[in-house]
């Protein structure tokens, strides 16, 4: 992807950025989505301990075989550290087509790195604040419902019963993407009817006022889902995740399963695996 660092000033990057934009948006529309970039100053993340619940007693890891595991792969409306944000409705035709999805980790596409082929995808509108972040509002969540044997990758199962995965990712393909620039310039004047139109639904918006541009991203094909250490976007939780016993019944590990699983449950009750 093109290096914006160089530009020193945000003259000289928005008109980088508005004589070069159908390169740029074809770029981008060529090149995979992953999250290969973080910025901490983005998005700040929200450990709140009245998210989660602790059961009464430590589980036995070692005889379970299957998890069941909710997922938060994507959220809306929030500048992320690739200069995204994505709008409400993005995966609406994507989700339609793509039945074969796969939840990875760290974006690679290998045997080896394989959580789970066997996920349910779909989108629902849910506040920020039932994922643990103080924004006000709502959110379009991309959420994935993934079932992990053990069999099939042990370490990420384990991963995920200690509650050690706090973050995941999308990897995606733009569609419609529109450039938005802050400045009154009329030589910019279609971008900031862009930012006019999306800035206030940004909900990190000293961050986007500091940038003074970004991508909104109005459709977009999901490819996966990873598990990461840190996403470009931060707001994308585990929400829950469960035990599958043989006779098919369940037991949680978190008992609010729309709340997400923000430190390791087995470390602060005393189990080991």
Do not use: C
């Amino acid at each position: 992807m093109t290096d914006l660092s160089k530009y020193t000033t945000k003259e000289e990057l928005f008109n980088f950025l508005h004589s070069n934009k159908d390169v740029l948006m074809s770029e981008k529309k060529f090149d995979l989505k992953r999250s290969d970039a973080v910025n901490n100053d983005v998005l700040y993340y929200a450990d709140n301990n009245n998210v989660y619940k602790e059961v009464s007693k430590p589980m036995d890891l070692l005889s379970k075989t299957t998890l069941k595991v909710q997922s938060v792969i994507n959220t809306t409306n929030i500048l992320d550290s690739h200069g995204d944000v994505h709008i409400n409705g993005l995966w609406n035709k994507s989700l339609k087509e793509q039945k074969n999805l796969y939840l990875l980790r760290e974006h690679k596409m290998s045997f080896d790195n394989i959580i789970s082929d066997n996920v349910a995808a779909s989108t629902k509108i849910i506040k920020w604040s039932d994922i643990g972040f103080d924004y006000k509002g709502e959110t379009e969540a991309l959420i994935f419902i993934s079932e992990i044997d053990r069999e099939r990758n042990e370490f990420m199962f384990k991963q995920y019963a200690k509650g050690w995965v706090r973050n995941h990712s999308v990897g995606m393909r733009y569609v419609r993407l529109f450039l938005a620039i802050n400045s009154e310039d009329q030589e910019y004047k279609e971008e900031k009817e862009v930012w006019d139109k999306y800035y206030p639904i940004i909900v990190n918006k000293e961050t986007a006022m500091d940038q003074g541009y970004f991508w909104a991203v109005t459709e977009a094909k999901v490819v996966e889902g990873s598990a990461v250490p840190i996403g470009a976007n931060q707001a994308t939780p585990t929400q829950s995740v469960k035990f599958i016993e043989p006779s098919s019944d369940t037991q949680d590990i978190i008992s609010e399963p729309d709340k997400p699983l923000v430190k390791s449950l087995f470390e602060r009750i005393g189990s080991k695996i």
